[in-house]
Nanobody, 116 residues
Framework: VQLQASGGGLVQAGGSLRLSCQAS????????MGWYRQAPGNQRELVAT???????NYADSVKGRFTISRDNAKNTVYLQMSSLKSEDTAVYFC???????????WGRGTQVTVSS
């Protein structure tokens, strides 16, 4: 499984960005896709996940500001980020995982920088 993320960039505080991540290869129908982020000096942390059935989970820090969605036909997951804050600055990674293989696969990451 390969994951290709896009959509990162530089944005002012209060602005919006939309990240996309397309999975390719041997994609199984039952899966979870998600976004994680890692800021300099910090551990990688969960941002949001979404199952193939559409169940979502968000970090408290992004609830109400970020929305995760997916297009199963395109094997693509999206992260709509609004009301961005400087503390959202990080490298954002997408992940594809299976119920029986939670370690999953990771994309290469895309940089999001929010200027205050």
């Amino acid at each position: 499984v390969q994951l290709q993320a896009s959509g990162g960039g530089l944005v002012q505080a209060g602005g919006s960005l939309r990240l996309s991540c397309q999975a390719s290869g041997r994609i199984l129908r039952i899966n979870t896709m998600g976004w994680y982020r890692q800021a300099p000096g910090n551990q990688r942390e969960l941002v949001a996940t979404i199952t193939d059935g559409g169940d979502t989970n968000y970090a408290d820090s992004v609830k109400g500001r970020f929305t995760i969605s997916r297009d199963n036909a395109k094997n693509t997951v999206y992260l709509q980020m609004s009301s961005l804050k400087s503390e959202d600055t990080a490298v954002y990674f997408c992940k594809y995982s299976l119920p029986w293989a939670p370690d999953g696969y990771w994309g290469r990451g895309t940089q999001v920088t929010v200027s205050s």
